[in-house]
């Protein structure tokens, strides 16, 4: 027997129940992992509320751990029993002690990071991977805007910049934030409480403002994304942490300068071993020469009973950086 957490209908953080189930060994093609830290991320919170339905109910949560692999499932090549591993994109599920996951989505954990690190920074540094290297190839000098950028991902696409040579402007929702921004390697931040975006993406590039913006709030700012975008600029819509984005008009596209529109996710970008491998690597050589750190403080550090708990929280807007769940 092993506890996870599951949930029988949609709904807020109380529909989370801290369950006991009888784990399956490993199908062919599988790993069983013992989960040492899982990855809280906000759209855990879409498919708890019914925003992104999971298949069927009663169902599990979460798609990110790190831990250690106890079993394996037949025709299981590339890892073994004892070997560290960290995984993002898993079945629903990872809110649990035990987790099978199939061996393309594991990557092994290098040494010398912690599986607080490994479950800390997986899904939010392959997204950041995504974004500024493959969605649009951030140069050196390039300025963007970036949103949300005292978040999860946001702290971890700041080091990233920083690391590339270019400049991210942060949007951020308090000066506490900002100061977490800019310490993290944003060349400047807008709290958008005091200040309108747009304008002052305007007054920080002269008037120029920036050809790329990284969206994840989604309703509430995507006015004020599109009106930061010069002439054939693109808009990067990867998340509704403030609800979707709806009824787009194409003709509003056309009016603000021939913009492009893309709405990617993760899944689009690592669909097999080679591109996990790929981006993995990139994303540990940050982390492992220091120019990406990773640190989760106490207080967003839950155990995994405490689940109703740590989504209340994520859900406050109030959290910086990554939140963990331990089993």
């Known amino acids: 027997m092993a506890k996870r957490i599951q949930f029988s209908a949609t709904g807020g953080p109380e529909v989370l129940q801290y369950v006991d189930f009888t784990p399956r060994d490993p199908a062919a093609g599988e790993v069983q992992v013992e989960n040492k830290a899982i990855g809280i991320n906000y759209i855990d919170t879409y498919v708890r509320s019914g925003l992104y339905a999971p298949a069927s109910l009663p169902s599990g949560l979460g798609t990110e751990a790190a831990g250690v692999v106890v079993k394996v499932g037949a025709g299981v090549s590339a890892v073994k029993p004892g070997d560290r591993v960290v995984y993002a994109q898993s079945a629903l599920g990872a809110y649990s002690e035990i987790h099978n996951v199939p061996e393309e989505k594991v990557a092994l954990l290098p040494h010398n990071l912690s599986f607080e690190q490994g479950a800390a920074a997986f899904l939010k540094g392959l997204t950041v991977h995504y974004l500024l290297r493959q969605t649009h190839e951030v140069q050196p000098g390039e300025v963007f805007l970036f949103h949300a950028a005292a978040g999860g991902v946001g702290l971890i696409a700041c080091q990233w910049a920083k690391a590339l040579g270019a400049r991210l402007i942060g949007s951020v929702g308090s000066d506490e934030k900002a100061a977490l921004a800019k310490q993290a390697g944003a060349w400047a931040t807008i709290n958008y409480h005091k200040e309108d975006i747009a304008q002052r993406v305007a007054e920080l590039t002269q008037g120029e403002k920036v050809g790329v913006v990284y969206d994840s709030v989604g309703k509430s700012t995507w006015q004020a994304s599109l009106n930061s975008l010069k002439r054939r600029g693109l808009m990067v819509s990867f998340g509704n ?51 990406i750190k990773v640190e989760v403080k106490e207080q967003q550090k839950f155990a995994l009973a405490d689940a109703q708990r740590a989504h209340q929280v994520l859900e406050s807007r109030s959290t910086s950086g990554s939140s963990l769940l331990i089993p």
């Open 241 to 291: 942490a403030s609800g979707p984005v709806t009824g787009v008009d194409l003709a509003l596209l056309n009016q603000k300068g021939s913009l492009y529109v893309t709405r990617p996710s993760l899944n689009g970008y690592i669909t097999n071993r080679a591109e996990l491998q790929y981006a993995s690597n990139e994303l540990f050589s940050l982390i492992g020469s220091g120019a």
